[in-house]
């Protein structure tokens, strides 16, 4: 449980941070949020937030979607993760949840003229998949949003509805995650990860145009992937069938990491567990998110002083 939250400006003890039952954004969906992770390096005694900037970079346009107006740059939100991380002083790994929402107590389904608040907190987070190096996965009845219903680009907290629907169903029967369909029938994401294909020695995602989320570590991992360890990177519409014979498959997202797909629909992939070239991936980000990696230093920003 978090001890504190940034709330109406300023940091207050987390059982302060309140909303009235009336607040347009809990009636109606009308907010954005992002999702942030601090690891926490036993040996530099260090919690590293990773790649705030991006992240709130992407809260601002998330907020232009949705017509919400902030009073803080990306920079300003960062210093304020920090400084709300070092006051919950955390040993462990933590997840950021940033929200910025209409905060009038309305009735009336509209985006403008209304009142805008800001909110973080943070809370110990371990796995959010258990199952990271080899989920059983299915493909979902519900489809995806499309970019003309609630845009997927704006992480909108109504929007998540969808992901519940999706979710909920592969938990029900029996499966650890879901894959959803865009309209068209191709690939688009996990209930809330996006999604990688490893065929033919290339690594493959779908583009934006799948209604996915433009996720901070998908472009995290294209940027490892590429650069650093000599992989060939395709986005491309991705069709369903194309995942029962890939090579190798998994999900990305701040929440979920980087987890292996070990089965789509009860069909194995390759050889229905983690495979090679997840593995290099997977060893690669944590190292990264941990600080380990002197090239991507300056994506993880320490909390504490030395």
Known sequence: MPKFAFFHGKIVPFDEAKVSVMTHALNYGTGCFEGIRAYWNAEDEQLYAFRLLPHYQRLLESCKIMMIDLPYTAQQMSDLTVELLRKESNREDTYIRPLAYKSSEVIGVRLNNLQDDFTIFATPL?????????????ISSWRRLDDNAIPPRAKVTGSYANAAFSKTEALLNGYDEAIVLDESGHISEGSAENLFIVRQGKLITPPPSSNILEGVTRATVLQLAREDLGLEVVERT????????ADEAFLCGTGVQVAAIASVDRRPVGAGKLGPVVTRIRDLYFDVVRGKVAKYASWCTPVYAK
């Open 126 to 138: 371990g796995r959010y998949l258990e199952k990271e190096e080899g989920a059983d996965v299915c």
């Open 238 to 245: 991705i069709d369903r069938t194309e995942l029962y014979v």
